[in-house]
């Protein structure tokens, strides 16, 4: 009988550590102009939220910071970077599971895929 509770708070403290899971990126500005600002989106649905980065910009040649993503949606996201020259540049299906930095002037092979949603 004991074996039972122990049994279903074993499984319930598995489940609330998946859901919990947290990966973390290193966001390199290796562009010319400064990021204003940076958001994650699941995969496809344009539902963008930012993540803080500090009350500064992060400057071009180099700049960068470490970001933490909550894995509550699997591995794959759409990355939206604002530069300070009103440049918008879209990394769609980065996946955060594999890759530990994204450089913002280095473009990726294979299933990502990076565009450039708005030009000053």
Do not use: W
């Not at 039972?4 to 899971?21: D, I, Q, R, W, Y």
């Not at 540049?89 to 002037?105: A, E, M, V, W």
């Amino acid at each position: 009988m004991r074996t039972l509770p122990l049994l279903v708070l074993l499984f319930a403290a598995a489940n609330v550590g998946a859901a919990e899971t947290t990966h973390y990126l290193d966001l390199v500005n290796t562009a010319k102009n400064s990021i204003v600002a940076f958001s994650v989106a699941p995969v496809g649905s344009n539902r963008f939220h930012a993540l803080p980065f500090g009350d500064q910009p992060l400057h071009g040649g180099g700049d960068s910071t470490t970001l933490a993503i909550r894995d509550d949606n699997g591995c794959l996201r759409d990355l939206r970077t604002e530069f300070s020259n009103g440049r918008v540049l879209i990394q769609k299906n980065f996946d955060i599971c594999k890759y530990r930095s994204y450089h913002t002037g280095q473009y990726l092979r294979g299933q990502a895929q990076t565009t450039i949603a708005a030009t000053p």
